[in-house]
């Protein structure tokens, strides 16, 4: 069999775009990435040979050029520079040369570039990984159908609350604010990311306190809240130890900061979780909001997709938090397409400062879907009828937004959804 | 006993400090970040009381006033802001509303303030962690002591060498160079950080290539050096088992990408390895290369110190990247200060672009000390006379260094000293 050359690529590379910004050459650079990054070091050595290079060696396959950055990303050059040149540079890599080991591929093709000189901004904009990467990982073991499944939630939105304030309750005070959470009729219930086993509220107490309400609601209704406990640890046996607490309570989902868990954490839980693995990306900013620097969140969800994420949190529309809609677009329809299957694909999460008002702007950006988790906190907690108006307050606005009604039209026959638009929309619903 | 306020909060207060630049109010903002890493939302909340408050509430300490920043770090606000406030901020945590797991520390103290809205940079420059931290980690398992005891070096630097190209050497080249690198009489011999487990050259095979011949120099001369493999591997499991790989065929010490693992996968290892954990933290750079972002090393370094790396790269003098001399040094400093006790001080290595020409300027900028692995890539391979003639001369340099002796007089009756700076005095030594 005759593969082409753009096949073998497919099959056999990892391709990369950088986009770089530099005062002096973006060829010279981007050679110098390619050559740092596989055989280079700084003088020529014994044993560099072009077989050697043919095996390992990094290739520039194009310069796209941008235009001039204003300033520089990293202040580091001197004033004054004529020039600071930008462009998007793909490199490709061999397949071999990495392996697919995803701290490998981390080191090498992304953690190295940020130490190189001479330039004044990088940032990693693109990521193509061949097939190979689709067997060597497990992606996520629930996803979106998972999801579904186990809300039993179809054809609208996973509807979803936090537990607030976000610390310093004890376990009880926690469960009887979840009591009336789970009576309230909401799909999904969290801890707060910042909550996961401190001494006011060490986990096993919490879910001791919790799992009987939510079973309880489960017996009489049929229906049974997910509620994410936050199971984080740095030490893996203690998040697994963790994660055995809440599914011997008959818990079905977790939360946690992949952050600060790492990819060691995230692939040692994986592997052994028999749970809805809701992933909080708490730290990440950091990564990408200088636009000149870091990575695009269309690169960085790939790692933790392949890890096993079901659930991925990525702000929503008008959040609380510094991210503009357009990028919430942006990574909402990242996670939402197959990298190589759509099994592959986690259940996106909107949430920050949510209610009904966002439903019609999030369901008309990100493709008319209602696949997702919608996740209000004060939006629900502090409806003006309690949490239960505040549900059907939410469910009411993507009523409207699906049908394509306007909310305050919509808001004529359903008082809740009315009431939320009088106290929230003013924007202060966290 | 009466203990004073300022003991109380030595013993059950984390305190971090954030410098923060904002076009707003420092104050509000000082007051926002202590209120939404712990138990703030937008809303007030049923059950946000004064109680809950005292328990868990995080309070800002002190602000302290610098110059206004004359750009904005991250380019969001609108230009035409009259000023751009900055300050730093102590912010203290109770102990008990965070514990001592460090991705809670993480998740709350640092990872969450990142997305705050309202500043244009913000950048965690000191944390102070409490005594019950000591117990809860493990530290080093064998530090600055062990990598001595090891490597049988008293009295002056571990002089190290790292085997080049950085990629694509197959199994038998790479012993090939390692056994000359062997015979030089260096101390310490590293994989790149680059090199784990690829394709052409499987860890095991590597393995079974050089162990033998570092045993058969050990017979023969008694001195074993150091070969730090590079274990590294997204999935703990996996890197337990090239961990093992190593530790059978009688080797002592692995590179790990600490920042590719994640502190699940460091304390992972930690707690079951015996060999010496040499950490390179490549992607580290993103973290810190823009001054009004991210973080200092002496924040993040505490981090992997409790989960307890022993040997800790944090570049050098005059580095071929972008690091300034000054920021090494803070490094330096920083990872030779205890945190709680002299034994949980790593091994600081540094490297890059290093010779003996660097000798002289860090031995006097780091407080006099030998107490540090100096690596030397091309500075030792590519010396002129061969590697063992680049060790002897990286030995004069620090021999001349401790001495007092400027290097070009001390090269008068030291020919490899000699010759290396004729060849790399122009800085060409990666």
């Not at 107490?205 to 939510?214: S, W």
Request: hydrophobic share 40%; with cysteine.
């Amino acid at each position: 069999m005759i593969i082409s050359l753009a096949e073998r690529r497919l099959r056999f590379m990892i391709t990369l775009t950088y986009r770089i910004e530099t005062p002096g050459s973006i060829e010279a650079l981007a050679n110098k990435i390619a050559s740092d990054q596989s055989t280079g070091t700084f003088v020529p050595v014994p044993g560099e040979t072009e077989e050697l290079k043919a095996r390992v060696a990094a290739r520039v396959l194009a310069i796209q050029p941008l235009e001039d950055a204003e300033r520089p990303t990293w202040p580091e050059v001197a004033t004054g520079v004529a020039r600071l040149k930008r462009a998007d540079v793909d490199i490709a890599f061999p397949l071999d040369a990495i392996g697919t080991d995803l701290s490998a591929l981390m080191t090498i093709a992304i953690g190295g570039v940020y130490s190189i000189k001479g330039m004044t901004g990088i940032r990693v904009v693109g990521m193509k990984l061949p097939e190979a990467f689709k067997d060597a990982h497990p992606g996520p073991q629930f996803g979106i159908a998972g999801s579904r499944r186990l809300t039993g939630v179809e054809g609208r939105p996973i509807i979803g609350t936090i537990v607030k304030p976000a610390l310093g309750l004890r376990p009880h005070e926690t469960a009887e604010l979840t009591g009336e959470l789970i009576e309230s009729g909401v799909d999904f219930i969290k801890d707060d990311e910042k909550l996961m086993s401190p001494a006011y509220s060490p986990l096993k107490d919490r879910i001791a306190a919790i799992m009987p309400l939510i079973l309880d609601r489960e017996q009489k209704t049929g229906k049974k809240v997910m509620y994410a406990f936050g199971i984080s640890h740095a030490d893996p046996d203690e998040m697994m130890r963790n994660h055995d607490l809440v599914l011997r309570a008959g818990g079905n989902c977790a939360v946690v900061n992949i952050n600060s868990i790492g990819f060691g954490g995230m692939s040692f839980l994986r592997k052994r979780s028999r749970l809805v693995l809701h992933a909080h990306r708490n730290g990440w900013d950091i990564l990408t909001r200088h636009p000149g620097a870091g990575m695009d969140f269309k690169v960085y969800q790939q790692f933790w997709r392949l890890l096993g994420v079901d659930q991925f949190q990525i702000n929503g529309i008008r959040v609380k938090y510094w991210e503009p809609d357009d990028s919430f677009v942006e990574s909402f329809k990242a996670v939402s397409a197959p990298l190589f299957d759509p099994s592959d694909r986690p259940l996106p999460v909107a949430g920050s400062g949510q209610w009904g008002g966002q439903a019609p702007e999030t369901y008309r950006r990100t493709g008319q879907t209602t696949d997702l988790l919608y996740l209000c906190g004060g939006g629900i907690v502090s409806h003006p009828g309690g949490p239960a108006a505040g549900v059907r307050a939410v469910q009411q606005a993507w009523q409207a937004a699906v049908a394509g009604i306007p909310l305050d039209e919509y808001a004529k026959d359903h008082p809740e959804l009315a009431a939320s638009i009088a106290k929230f929309s003013n924007g202060k619903a966290a």
